[in-house]
């Protein structure tokens, strides 16, 4: 009988930081089939859609202003679920990812599983931030324009 691989946390860590708007941790831990892992590249593709059209149309483009927080949402996410991973409990770990050996080394937390945790804090929260920033200064700047409009 063929027996199921081992998911290593360290591993899901690194990948959720790395090429989460990609999916990889999702593939990584539950496979091709899984639908969430197909909507993260869907939601970064949509967000680097959007940098493409500022770089096209510039910043008045109303469409942009929509798609790039998606990247930046995605960027966070990712690495939050990194950051997750990283310091979930081993024993919590390996009940949900790798029930047939609960007792496996794969779910135990090393410098490695830290490393990807402290990067993922740090450029989760500049892509999270950046996001909001960008919003809220689109929006403000557009009711800006829309005040001048009927002042004048």
């Known amino acids: 009988m063929h027996s199921p691989r081992q ?12 090429g989460g708007q990609l999916g990889l941790h999702r593939f990584y831990l ?6 969430w892992a197909w909507a993260h590249p869907l939601m970064a593709a949509l967000g680097w859609w959007g940098v493409e059209r500022v770089r096209m149309y510039g910043q008045d483009d109303h469409l942009a202003w929509v798609l790039i ?5 995605t960027l966070a ?5 990194g950051i997750y991973y990283g310091l979930m409990a081993s024993e919590k770990w390996n009940v ?3 029930p047939a050996t609960p007792d496996a ?17 740090l450029f989760g929260t500049i892509s999270l931030m950046s996001s909001i920033v960008f919003s809220f200064q689109r929006y403000f700047e557009y009711q800006v324009e829309e005040a001048r409009k009927i002042s004048q």
């Open 7 to 18: 998911k290593n946390k360290t591993l899901a860590a690194w990948l959720a930081f790395i």
């Open 30 to 35: 539950y496979g091709w089939r899984d639908l």
């Open 69 to 73: 927080p998606l990247l930046g949402f």
């Open 77 to 81: 996410g990712t690495a939050l679920t």
């Open 96 to 98: 949900i990812h790798n």
């Open 105 to 121: 080394r794969a779910g135990n937390t090393n410098w490695l599983t830290i490393g990807a945790v402290v990067f993922a804090l």
